[in-house]
């Protein structure tokens, strides 16, 4: 089995009450002579990671705990001889360690002072107890208001290395030599484990395309042309290290050595995108991998906060795509023993606001002749008028041809263009097969009807009438 020692240099008081009933002490932090003894004990928070299970067996931590000293604050003044048995959870105590203890007394004003007037409490170390037997207040006027002890030590700790855990320790006093219970101090937590490092990830709002902006879906709100993804914060938990005493953020290296922040989102293949900026760092478009982009930061700036954006060139219509990812992977640290357990979460998606569909090869007045002449039918959902944009794309090599836009199709109403209209405002020379990709300021879809005029009869040829918001027809 693996053992890990912790060495505390700290001391540990104890409340106790004389009395014929068991009362309940407390322990609290103890602060120095002439102060007033706190009403709450706070655990010191140490680094989970220190304790992990490459960690050598005999780990020593050392210094002070919550501030140097940790009391029991006896509920009534003790007067007479007494024992005092203090049990650890969590770890056993190191039975070679030497454990002192020293009385203190409260003042007229409840301030602390040493009372020297303790003796006898002969101590013994065992791993699952502590004895301190014979404590006798010398002087008649004398008293006890609180117990120190210092120098206590654990093994078995392995425990910490789990977030959570905690080594607590309980006490009773007692009339000397197994009396009389005067006082008992439920189990308090004196060291617990957290994370050295805590992550948040939230979130960016969706981006909301702008159908209106020039071309249709460059710009977001404000005619702005970046969007954010998500906020990053890595912040210190407050965990102290080896020596109980030092918090690991004030040397950042001694948590991680370095943090990747590794974005997958769709965007970054979309041919609008131009970067990816976080925190103060900057990725361009021909560095990313397909739809992955990666930062790398050290040192300080790897305890701090990063903003993910996404830059656009404001001239190229961006795509639907639906919210990506973020890994968050630290290195482990000069302090630690294992790693700082990775993070991920979800970047915002980026949105087109209004319609946008789409239609496949439609023909052109050349090749549809008059037996297969493509109209277009656009109908407006909403709930005001607006005109539609219609990007003409060669079907085969998606080359844009040219852009036309609609007259206002009034709410509710529907709208019908023919192939000619469109190639002759456009200045378009008819060829082969077009792709049309539709978009307005309101809901609604297109129909891609083939109309035969020798025969007089119509087909729609549209599999694919989806817009956005109510577009069923």
Known sequence: MKRQTLLSGSALLATTALSTAAVAGAFVPLVAAGGIVATKMTAIGLSSQVFGGTAPETLVLGGSISGGQIALDFTNTITS??????????????????????????????SLVLDTSLVG??????TDRILIEDCAVSAASAKS???????????????LATVGSSISLSAVVQAANGGTTFETVASTAIITSKDS???TIKAGTTGKLINTSVPPFATFASAATTVSLANIKNSSSAAVGADLATNLAAVPSAITNTVELTVTHGVLTDAATTQLVAGAVTVIASNFKSNVASFTFVGAATITSYD????????????????????????????????????????????????????????????????????????????????????????????ILGTFTTAD??????????????????GITPA????????????GYAQHVMFNSTAGTFVDLSGFRKGAGTNAP
């Open 409 to 426: 199709i009034v709410a509710n109403g529907t709208l019908q263009i023919s192939m000619p209209t469109i190639e002759g405002a456009t």
């Open 197 to 199: 490092v805590e992550t």
């Open 308 to 399: 993910i954006s996404v830059a656009f060139n404001g001239t190229t219509a961006v795509g639907n795509w639906a919210a990506g990812t973020v890994a968050v992977v630290f290195t482990k640290g000069s302090a630690l023993a294992t790693g700082i357990a990775n993070a991920s979460g979800a970047l915002a998606a980026i949105a087109r606001s209004g319609m946008s569909t789409s239609i496949n090869t439609a023909n052109s007045s050349v090749a549809g002749g008059t037996a297969f002449q493509s109209l277009v039918r656009i109908t407006n959902n909403g709930s005001v008028s607006g005109a539609a944009t219609v990007i003409v794309r060669n079907d085969k090599t998606g080359v």
């Open 121 to 126: 409490c002969t101590v013994q170390v065992l």
């Open 432 to 443: 082969g097969q077009y792709n049309l990709a539709i978009s307005g300021p309101f809901t």
């Open 81 to 110: 001889t007494f024992d005092v048995t203090v049990t650890p959870t969590g770890a056993n105590f190191v039975s070679a360690s030497t454990v002192k203890v020293a009385s203190y007394k409260k003042d007229a004003n409840k």
């Open 145 to 159: 208001d609180v117990l120190l002890i210092s120098g206590l030590q654990f093994n078995e700790a392995n425990g």
